[in-house]
């Protein structure tokens, strides 16, 4: 053996063993970096990001009750049936299918108002929740000659939404100016199922979710019931519910629009019609009260009655409903303040 030998190759099995050993604990190292920096991603990312879990699922429906009761006002069946099925669903674990509700009223009756309030009440970031799915008709799905493409696009959206989290909401406002047919899409979602599985074999779990459908559908038939009873002398609040659920359904089912002849209401998977009545003067007084009191202004009956003369009241020949409920009521407050603020200045 010569000196090359006996020097140079155990130097050289020295070095590629250190070298070998150098990466074994570079790749230990970044191996243990990567499994601590994932075991505190993992451990704290719920506390900076909504995750499905109660701390951003509240779902406080004693908070719901309060805030239906103080800023709702005039709707005492839709208050009652809206906070008994939310109970309902909520407090029964083994739900049979999804909570489904249709909204339907006059323009204004408080429709989107009182989802916003259901949004605030279950999820700790309310309509801003990741979890709460807002589709408008007329501008979700403008289209008609469209509705397959919208359909598959609704049905991968609400499936990941569901696979994401089990307490999903769903709202389809408009619903009337969705294309014919779109809801049928639907149907796999809301019918009597704890779960069903989706074409590429998911098991997505759907009896936790809940579904809004608003509409101004079945209004007219809601304003005629209620003329009729009050004709009869029965008053408001002794309404009831029955004495208008049939005929929203029917309603809804016979005009044009999303739920027009759909298998949605075919199928009987809505739990509940709730309707929204239209609102009379003294609702709207309270409507202005509070718009004016928002703006730090005490509103004195001038200022109130002028509000009140910029609203329309029908149908002929009572003229007992607000045409446009309490809709747009801030703008109206708004401009009397500013004319009272300029009138005020120029006196000055
Ligand atoms: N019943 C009500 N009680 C108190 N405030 C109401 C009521 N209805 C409506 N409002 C007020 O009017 C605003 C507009 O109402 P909202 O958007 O809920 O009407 P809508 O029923 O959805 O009408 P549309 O059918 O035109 O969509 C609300 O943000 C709220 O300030
Ligand atoms: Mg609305």
């Known amino acids: ?13 020295f070095t590629f063993l250190s070298s070998v050993q150098c990466e074994l604990l570079t790749f230990g190292i970044v191996g243990l970096a990567g499994s601590l920096g994932y075991y505190v991603y993992d451990r704290y990312k719920c506390d900076y990001n909504e995750c499905c879990i109660h701390e951003y699922i509240p779902a ?17 069946i839709a208050r009652e049936t809206i906070i008994n099925a939310l109970k309902d669903h909520r407090g029964n674990h083994d739900s ?10 006059t323009p204004g009756t408080g429709k989107n108002y009182v989802v916003q309030m259901i949004a605030q009440a279950y999820y700790k970031n309310g309509v801003q929740s990741k ?3 807002f589709f408008n008709g007329r501008n979700t799905f403008p289209l008609q000659r469209k509705v397959d493409e919208y359909k598959e696009e609704l049905q991968k959206i609400i499936t990941a939404s569901l696979i994401e989290c089990k307490e999903s909401i769903f709202v389809f406002d408009e619903v009337d100016k969705m294309p014919e047919g779109l809801l049928n899409v639907l149907v796999p979602f809301l019918d009597y199922n704890t779960y069903h599985k989706s074409s590429k074999g998911e098991i997505v779990h759907q009896n936790k979710s809940i579904f809004i459908f608003l509409s101004n559908t079945g209004s007219s038939q809601i304003v005629q019931t209620l003329t009729n009873l009050w004709e009869r002398g029965k008053k408001r609040d002794d309404m009831r519910l029955q004495d208008f659920e049939k ?6 089912f016979n005009e044009k629009g999303g739920f027009y002849h759909s298998d949605t209401i075919q199928t009987s998977v809505i739990d509940h019609y709730v309707p929204f009545l239209p609102l009379e003067e003294r609702h709207v007084k309270k409507c202005l009260a509070r718009a004016f009191t928002e703006r730090g202004s005490v509103p004195n009956q001038e200022m109130i009655e002028e509000a009140l003369s ?12 607000s045409m446009a409920g309490c809709k747009r009521i801030e703008q109206k407050v708004a401009m009397i303040l500013y004319r009272k603020q300029s009138e005020l200045k120029a006196n000055d």
């Open 247 to 252: 005929l929203i359904a029917d309603g809804a």
């Open 131 to 133: 979890y709460f799915h």
């Open 1 to 13: 053996m010569n000196l090359t030998d006996s020097v140079l190759v155990p130097l050289l099995i």
């Open 310 to 321: 910029h609203l329309t009241f029908g149908p002929e020949p009572y003229n007992l409903y």
């Open 60 to 76: 406080d429906l004693d908070r719901l009750e309060t805030m239906l009761s103080t800023k709702l006002f005039g709707q005492q």
């Open 96 to 105: 049979p299918k999804a909570l489904v509700m249709s909204f339907h009223g």
